[in-house]
């Protein structure tokens, strides 16, 4: 395990951790955002990185998408940027249209968290949002932290506590590529949901839960990601199995180079976003021209919009309680 600075933000220094784990993954996380920079499986007596990442912290800055990052204080969208609870209206920053998206203009994803705890295999880092935090309730603090483990496996902790009653949605973000060619076709996908929640042109949640039965969204079986006439994918999927279990939530895998990669959740959705809007001006890891379909997000959360839909789980973290979620990358040759 190494620290060293990846560059200076605002005065501050940028920290890179770097990790090696038991069977030979190796993964980059940056303080800016908690991003998972770089991460690779051993494949063939090489290795094989399997997410988009950027070279330096300007260009995170001025042009990342939320590659590989921890997103909140609510990940995905809420509704006109407010919503009610305890019978008071709490209104929040607007970055997409009247909408939230991924917690505000100055969300997680784009700030310096700190060093709190770190081994061989792992780290932890943490971040304090204060009360009034583009428009949310509540002192948050939130802790991520990054496991290497036996059996190639990345285990991703988040957690969070506050002193107000507030809505927590914490995800991770990162888009994965599992042969690095310059778009996911080569890929398959499986999803363990039999249902979505439709949205609106927005992408805000309609409050209908819709079987996929027979449409483009039917991933129960695994499948290339686009027909002849490729649908455009950003919707969220509802899990099957009991909310707060470990279990497999999606398997995607490249008929490339046969590399598969198992998502595991406690979470009751994930959102499947196949990078249709990826334009990358810069240069990528590997000097690789990140374009169209470049990689794809399998984010694991709450539903979006939840504080505002009353019959989708729950979001509200009360006062002393602690949110935590646990997802695992597990992959497999």
């Known amino acids: 395990m190494t620290i060293e600075r990846f560059g200076t933000l605002n005065g501050q220094d940028v920290l890179q951790v770097s990790l090696k784990g038991p069977d030979g993954m190796a993964m980059q996380v940056l303080t800016w955002g908690a991003v998972v920079r770089d991460l690779s499986v051993p494949l063939a007596g090489s290795s094989q990185r399997v997410v988009l990442g950027l070279n330096s912290i300007e260009d995170y800055v001025a042009h990342s998408p939320y590659f590989g990052a921890i997103v909140g204080r609510y ?4 509704g006109k940027a407010q919503f009610i609870l305890n019978g008071e209206t709490y209104g929040l920053d607007a970055n997409e249209g009247e909408n939230q998206l991924h917690g505000g203009s100055k969300g997680f994803g784009t700030r310096l968290w700190s060093i709190v705890d770190h081994t061989s295999y792992s780290v932890t880092v943490s971040l304090v949002s204060e009360d009034g935090d583009m428009g949310y ?6 802790t991520c932290t990054y496991t290497l483990l036996p059996s190639l496996r990345l285990r991703i902790e988040l957690e969070a506590t506050t002193d ?17 060619g310059p778009d996911i076709s080569s890929h398959e996908l499986t999803i363990a949901g039999d249902f979505i929640t439709p949205t609106r042109p927005d992408l805000i949640p309609t409050g209908e839960i819709v079987s996929v039965a027979g449409t483009d969204y039917d991933f129960t079986a695994p499948r290339p990601i686009h027909g002849a006439q490729p649908t455009l994918y950003d919707i969220n999927y509802v899990l099957r199995g009991p909310y707060g279990e470990l279990r497999r939530a999606a398997t995607l895998e490249s008929r490339q180079n046969g590399l598969s990669m198992e998502l595991w959740t406690t979470e009751p959705g994930v959102q499947f976003y196949d990078g249709h809007l990826i334009d990358m001006p810069v240069q990528g890891l590997g000097g690789t021209q990140y374009g169209r379909h470049g990689g794809l997000c399998l984010e ?28 695992e990358l597990r992959f497999s040759r």
């Not at 107000?164 to 690095?180: A, E, I, S």
């Open 75 to 78: 990940g995905n969208r809420i």
């Open 137 to 142: 309730p509540g002192r948050l603090v939130a």
């Open 164 to 180: 107000m009653p507030t809505p927590v949605n914490l995800t991770t973000h990162g888009y994965f590529n599992l042969d690095g």
């Open 300 to 327: 694991p959360q709450r539903f979006p919009d939840s504080p505002n839909k009353a019959h989708f789980p729950s979001s509200i973290l009360p006062r002393g309680q602690v949110s935590r979620q646990v997802s």
